[in-house]
């Protein structure tokens, strides 16, 4: 009798689960989902809160335009977030297959030797103990960080002008772009880099671990870097040679971001239980996880309100790179592509505006903006803590009905709504002059932390006069990361490739209709969108 818990465990047969993680900028977040991708757990650790000792703000530290996060600090988190994991009650050995994604752009630079031991490591300790001293460098640069204009300068001169690195990479140069990061390291800290074994980005870094060996970037997150040609899906050597030495060994080869790399290391097979069948698939970039777990079809626009606000969509065809915005290759369907708009100045800076006017307080926050009413009698604000992405403009900008400068609003609560319209009216600005059309049909789908808030998502709804969803869970990049762990695994297992969507038909996940436009508010966005896109031309002309 005392065998029968062994002999259970024997015969029940193992569940089909997924798991996806997602290592963003504040936290790191997990879900688990069964076979039909209803969730089952979810855990999340937060980098400022559950891990102080790193002293992050935000989950990065700041030195002027450098901003890095300690590489240590995510490895704890996976330590921390596993045992999360197993409180909730979830069997490890269910999970047939794992994904995830990172805040992309970073990277990460691992020291010589590293590969002998990741696939020795002792499943005893923890994590953070035995790689601790795995890192050339301790400090990963992240994507806020816009040290290197210089570098972006040399490459778009030599590669014949932004537009035609644009063509090749599917962006002009950008900061945060992981070559720029690169080609700065070698140029400061050369031996750091001549002791480096392997570059890897966020994503490809946490793959690795659960790998056991270094993992290959994939194609949608590479497609961040400047030095991935998104046409070949290959590097390209001429910016693989300008920015340093032997870079093609230190990248490896890029794999399509569906593949199935191999099955779960050792250590966690011993360590958590896992199957050691369970398959890691490639990691990739947050956003562009974000797209698969929304189920984005052409015509859609997604909307993450994160630490970084972004605006992406699938795109069909021949891509056409321009000198604002990125193409990416798609992380769904090797074949297509997708766009994407980056906003530095995202939820730090309605953090800091509803500290300053509304102590700390969202509801306080939602108060203010409801009794003002949509156009904010005519002011529009514009608020850039940091120097912004899209376009590049740094300061506190204010205008009053008439178009003239103002140094402050009188109300708290105009300036409130200024920032909230601000933002979102930027989204929309910039998507139409991507080439998006701001159509009766178009459907916003939003995910991220201010997803959550639905006083902004109202005025989200009127801006882009378009119906707005939400999923149930507002972190879509973790989600997406379990989707294409499923579908991943179904097209090794089928031997062909399934389209993502049809693999989603009868599993897509429930989306709420949260707002739908007010036609008169909309109508008056339709003329502050306008006024918002002259006056914010004539600073750029005077920065
Ligand atoms: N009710 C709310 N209203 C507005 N913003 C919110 C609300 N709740 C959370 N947030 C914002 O969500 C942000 C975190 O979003 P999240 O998508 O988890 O970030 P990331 O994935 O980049 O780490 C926080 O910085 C916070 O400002
Ligand atoms: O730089 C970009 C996209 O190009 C950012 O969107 C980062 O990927 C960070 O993402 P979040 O942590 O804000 O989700």
Known sequence: MSDLPYILSETIPRKNYFLGLDFSTQ????????????????????FDRNLPEYRTSGGVKKN??????????????????????????LDFQDISAISGSGQQ???????????????????????????????????????????????CETMEKKLGGPQKLADLTGSRAYERFTGHQIAKIVSEKAELYFNTERISLVSSFACSVFLGCYSPIDWSDASGMNLFNITLKDWDSQCLHMCAPDLKEKLGEPVATHTCLGPISNYFVERYSFDPSCQV????GDNPASLAGMCLEPGDVAISLGTSDTVFLWLSGKPTPSLEGHVFCNPVDPEAYMALLCFKNGSLTRERIRDLFSHGSWDEFDALL????????????????????????????????????VNAFEEAATEVRALVEGQLLAKRVHAEQLGFNIGE???????????????I???????????????????????????????????KQSGTFIPFNEFMANRRPNFTLLCRPRVEAAKLYDAMAARFATLESSILTQQ
């Open 105 to 151: 752009h970073g990277s990460v630079y691992w020291r010589k030797g590293v590969q002998n031991l990741l696939p020795t490591l002792d499943p005893t300790k923890f994590l953070f103990l035995q790689l601790a001293n795995c890192f050339s460098i301790q400090d990963s640069p992240v994507w806020m960080d816009s040290s290197t204009h210089s570098y």
């Open 370 to 405: 409801a009794c003002t009413p949509p156009g904010n009698h005519g002011h529009i604000g514009m608020y850039y803590d940091e120097q912004e992405i899209t376009p590049k403009i740094q300061g506190t900008f204010r205008f009053n009905a008439f178009d003239q400068k």
């Open 27 to 46: 936290q790191l977040k997990a879900v688990v989902v069964d076979e039909k991708l209803q969730v089952l757990h979810e855990a999340a650790v937060n």
């Open 441 to 455: 049909s178009c459907r916003v789908f939003v995910t991220g932390g201010a997803s959550n808030n639905r006083s």
């Open 457 to 491: 998502l109202q005025i989200l709804s009127d801006v882009f006069n378009a119906d707005v969803f939400t999923q149930d869970t507002a972190n879509s990049s973790c989600l997406g990361s379990a989707y294409r762990a499923a579908h991943s695994l179904a097209v």
């Open 64 to 89: 002027g335009t450098t901003v890095t996060a300690p590489t240590v600090m995510w490895v704890k988190a996976l330590d921390l977030l596993m045992d999360q994991l197993k409180i909730t009650g």
């Open 281 to 284: 698939v490639a990691f990739t």
